[in-house]
């Protein structure tokens, strides 16, 4: 957030892109920054991704930030690196700051997700990309990243979270050199998640569209048939006791009036495997 409230400020009443669905601290810190959040559809069409063939010039005109979530939350989509390198194209093109949320990216189960760093070119001008110790060593508690590229973008950054953030505390900084120092930790959560999927692809099977993500440990599901999101996101915790998210609450109505998340639920896959195994047993016994 702290990053949009500096972009914000550049422009007189600069606009926020965003996928939609989307991740909800981006909206947020456009809203604080006082910009215009747009969202861009990323649907099944569209690879769960944004198509940046149908951004306006106009509309990119307007832009001081592109927010792109990579691995994506809630659909697991991955931007491939000709993707990253047209989208830092369009920013250096247009003079806005391409953000990329990578808190997902050591969370896969077949190969690493490119890092928008690695289309960037050697001064990354115009390229930011966001790190977290909570996916990655499964630590959302400890509240420690970091933030890398544009120098330039940085330095003012840094100025503007030293006066305008909490520290992070010594014990916490601590915790975090040791984890990002060890990477054993880091391959065995992987391994824990492909079991968890190979579960779900044992037991869901191509039930609701269901597809083994790129990266993260999401599976978004198709439940369009069985009475909507809302709806099917009730009966399974009356009926089942499972918390999943509808897809509608992490999307936003488009113009035309059509919400991209509309129809999915988000399971997250973050308990044991044997836990997992039932909830996805239950999962299907209610909705059959």
């Given at each position: 957030?702290?990053?949009?409230?500096?972009?914000?400020?550049?422009?007189?009443?600069?606009?926020?892109?965003?996928?939609?669905?989307?991740?909800?601290?981006?909206?947020?810190?456009?809203?604080?920054?006082?910009?215009?959040?747009?969202?861009?559809?990323?649907?099944?069409?569209?690879?769960?991704?944004?198509?940046?063939?149908?951004?306006s010039d106009d509309l990119l005109a307007r832009a001081v930030?592109?927010?792109?979530?990579?691995?994506?939350?809630?659909?697991?989509?991955?931007?491939?690196?000709?993707?990253?390198?047209?989208?830092v194209g369009l920013a250096r093109r247009f003079g806005f700051?391409?953000?990329?949320?990578?808190?997902?990216?050591?969370?896969?189960?077949?190969?690493?997700?490119?890092?928008?760093?690695?289309?960037?070119?050697?001064?990354?001008?115009?390229?930011?990309?966001?790190?977290?110790?909570?996916?990655?060593?499964?630590?959302?508690?400890?509240?420690?990243?970091?933030?890398?590229?544009?120098?330039?973008?940085?330095?003012?950054?840094?100025?503007?979270?030293?006066?305008?953030?909490?520290?992070?505390?010594?014990?916490?900084?601590?915790?975090?050199?040791?984890?990002?120092?060890?990477?054993?930790?880091?391959?065995?959560?992987?391994?824990?998640?492909?079991?968890?999927?190979?579960?779900?692809?044992?037991?869901?099977?191509?039930?609701?569209?269901?597809?083994?993500?790129?990266?993260?440990?999401?599976?978004?599901?198709?439940?369009s048939a069985h009475g909507g999101d809302e709806a099917v996101?009730?009966?399974?915790?009356?009926?089942?006791?499972?918390?999943?998210?509808?897809?509608?609450?992490?999307?936003?109505?488009?113009?035309?009036?059509?919400?991209?998340?509309?129809?999915?639920?988000?399971?997250?896959?973050?308990?044991?495997?044997?836990?997992?195994?039932?909830?996805?047993?239950?999962?299907?016994?209610?909705?059959?």
């Amino acid at each position: 957030m702290a990053a949009v409230q500096w972009v914000g400020a550049r422009r007189g009443r600069p606009v926020i892109l965003m996928p939609n669905p989307f991740y909800g601290a981006y909206e947020a810190a456009a809203v604080a920054a006082h910009c215009e959040p747009v969202y861009l559809p990323a649907t099944a069409a569209t690879g769960f991704l944004p198509d940046l063939g149908a951004l306006s010039d106009d509309l990119l005109a307007r832009a001081v930030a592109f927010y792109l979530a990579t691995p994506a939350n809630p659909q697991g989509s991955v931007a491939e690196p000709d993707y990253l390198a047209r989208l830092v194209g369009l920013a250096r093109r247009f003079g806005f700051l391409l953000f990329s949320d990578e808190c997902y990216s050591e969370i896969y189960t077949q190969r690493a997700p490119g890092s928008a760093l690695e289309v960037a070119g050697p001064q990354f001008e115009n390229v930011v990309v966001f790190q977290s110790l909570s996916k990655r060593s499964n630590l959302p508690g400890l509240r420690v990243g970091f933030a890398a590229g544009d120098a330039k973008f940085l330095a003012r950054f840094l100025e503007l979270r030293n006066v305008s953030a909490p520290q992070v505390p010594m014990p916490a900084q601590h915790v975090a050199i040791a984890a990002y120092a060890d990477e054993t930790h880091v391959e065995e959560n992987r391994r824990l998640y492909a079991r968890k999927f190979d579960l779900a692809d044992q037991i869901i099977g191509g039930r609701y569209g269901c597809r083994r993500p790129a990266g993260g440990f999401l599976l978004w599901l198709d439940v369009s048939a069985h009475g909507g999101d809302e709806a099917v996101t009730l009966r399974l915790w009356r009926e089942a006791g499972l918390r999943v998210v509808p897809g509608s609450y992490l999307a936003r109505e488009q113009a035309e009036g059509a919400n991209p998340g509309a129809g999915y639920i988000r399971a997250a896959l973050v308990q044991g495997a044997e836990t997992t195994a039932e909830a996805l047993h239950r999962l299907v016994a209610v909705l059959g």
